[in-house]
């Protein structure tokens, strides 16, 4: 039997998928204590991120050096991807998949920080402060 949470869970994660999919990389600003990523769709919509990890990191690595190449992907992704996928697990992080076959994934654990992701457009806000559970 389906629970209240999982049906929750299950429409932020298809508003999630409404809002990123088909839409393409604008802007990418780094700031040292989060990511802030603009894609273009219907609406502009704004994803920020605590930690952004590339898919084979296990946990992030010293911050200089984890911020060099994620940034080395997102820029090259910038104008020139589009979203095909995103997947918010059971623990929180979200995966961002785009065209090509490159994905980053957001941390929803971080310590020391009130939030870890949040994505806004001019419909909705989310906010992920830790797991989905």
Not at 21 to 34: D, F, K, M
Not at 96 to 104: D, K, N, Q
């Given at each position: 039997?389906e629970?209240p949470?999982?049906r929750?869970r299950?429409g932020?994660e298809s508003r999630?998928r409404?809002?990123?999919?088909?839409a393409?990389?604008e802007?990418?600003?780094?700031?040292?204590t989060?990511?802030?990523?603009?894609?273009?769709?219907?609406?502009d919509?704004?994803?920020m991120?605590?930690?952004?990890?590339?898919?084979d990191?296990?946990s992030?690595?010293e911050e200089s050096?984890q911020?060099?190449?994620?940034?080395s992907?997102?820029?090259?992704?910038?104008?020139?991807s589009?979203?095909?996928?995103?997947?918010v697990q059971a623990n929180g992080?979200?995966?961002?998949?785009f065209l090509?076959?490159?994905?980053?994934?957001?941390?929803?654990?971080v310590?020391n920080?009130?939030?870890?992701?949040?994505l806004?457009?001019?419909?909705?806000?989310?906010v992920?402060?830790g797991?989905?559970?």
């Amino acid at each position: 039997m389906e629970k209240p949470l999982d049906r929750m869970r299950a429409g932020v994660e298809s508003r999630i998928r409404e809002a990123l999919v088909g839409a393409s990389l604008e802007r990418v600003t780094y700031a040292i204590t989060y990511w802030e990523l603009v894609f273009l769709a219907q609406h502009d919509v704004t994803l920020m991120a605590a930690e952004i990890l590339l898919p084979d990191q296990e946990s992030p690595e010293e911050e200089s050096e984890q911020a060099v190449k994620v940034g080395s992907l997102l820029l090259r992704l910038t104008n020139k991807s589009r979203v095909v996928a995103v997947d918010v697990q059971a623990n929180g992080d979200m995966i961002v998949s785009f065209l090509g076959g490159e994905s980053v994934r957001l941390l929803a654990h971080v310590p020391n920080v009130d939030w870890t992701w949040s994505l806004r457009s001019e419909e909705f806000r989310f906010v992920c402060d830790g797991a989905l559970e």
